[in-house]
């Protein structure tokens, strides 16, 4: 019998992965941003293989807030 993970979250969106450096061209940052938000648990990171990681654009964009959200100085 097998099991589903609890972690993993259901979504009715298919994730659409991209690259480090995809992922940052289509945030407008840069890679070094989407390594740490990687780092810092903020994205999710998908090993395909030894050494490709991927990212959902969907997380990303769930991620991203607007200034209206946040106090602005």
Known sequence: MTQKRTD???TDKPRRYATIK??????ACHVNTIRTQIARGELTGYRMGRRVIRVDLNELDDNMTTTRDEEVA
């Open 8 to 10: 993993e979250v259901t």
């Open 22 to 27: 995809q992922a940052a061209e289509y945030a």
